[in-house]
């Protein structure tokens, strides 16, 4: 595997289900995002993740709970969803340095429907 | 509040036409711009922008940043079918003195490009 993958790809979930996002990296890198991508608007960062530890939580609900185990794996745990939040999901990674800047590399997302 | 304007939403042209897809952003502590390009799901990376007036050309791509205007646009010359696509602007901003890439993205321009 090459690049960032994630799985599932498609996922239908009741409201009262609890499932997990995967995300991982094979890229070396050192920070891992989740983005919610809805129909008419515009890319969302939901968290970032640097060498593990959470850096930014976008105000997003704690329906939404993620999990980052080392710096190749992240996931995204659901639970008591909203059918609002259905969604492609994607996971990105980049490098991460002080001063610098770098570009992320993006995986083929989750396509989630909350029903 | 951080915001990145794309235009137009969406373009309808036929093969071997140019295009020129627009992104005017307003945002505090600009570090970088950054254009994507979505087929299916993945966003994939086209370029990076930090400095004004340096164009950054790869094949019939090209794109360039002013920074003093706040915009930027994305040049494909001699269209191809397969250059359908979202084409996604985000602009990467200092974010709380951390380090990290905190992007913050456009709506996107719709491209179909008729054979």
């Known amino acids: 595997e090459t690049g960032v993958t994630q799985t599932p790809r498609h996922l239908v979930m009741g409201m009262t289900n609890k499932k997990s996002l995967k995300c991982e990296q094979h890229?070396?890198?050192?920070?891992m995002y989740w983005y919610k991508q809805s129909a008419k608007k515009p890319l969302e960062l939901m968290f970032v993740?640097?060498?593990?530890?959470q850096t930014e939580n976008n105000s997003v609900p704690s329906r939404f709970s993620p999990e980052c185990p080392n710096s190749s794996h992240l996931f995204l745990h659901l639970h008591t969803l909203q059918p609002e939040d259905s969604a492609l999901y994607l996971c990105?990674?980049?490098?991460w340095g002080s001063g610098a800047t770098y570009e992320q590399y993006f995986g083929p997302g989750t396509r989630l429907t909350v029903t | 509040e951080d915001k990145v304007v794309q235009s137009p939403l969406s373009l309808v042209v036929h093969e071997g036409d140019t295009v020129t897809l627009n992104c005017s952003y307003e945002?505090?502590?600009?570090?970088?711009l950054l254009w994507y390009k979505q087929e299916k799901k993945a966003p994939t990376f086209l370029f990076m922008l930090?400095?004004?007036?340096i164009e950054k050309k790869s094949g019939r791509l090209s794109s360039i940043l002013d920074k003093k205007e706040l915009f930027s646009i994305l040049n494909i010359t001699a269209t191809q079918t397969g250059d359908s696509a979202i084409y996604l602007c985000?602009?990467?901003?200092?974010?709380?003195?951390?380090?990290?890439?905190?992007?913050?993205f456009g709506q996107g321009t719709i491209l179909t490009v008729h054979p």
């Open positions: 985000a602009v990467e901003v200092n974010a709380g003195g951390t380090s990290y890439g905190k992007l913050t």
């Open positions: 990105a990674s980049s490098h």
């Open positions: 945002v505090t502590n600009f570090r970088s």
């Open positions: 993740y640097n060498f593990k530890e």
């Open positions: 890229l070396g890198h050192n920070a």
């Open positions: 930090t400095s004004s007036g």
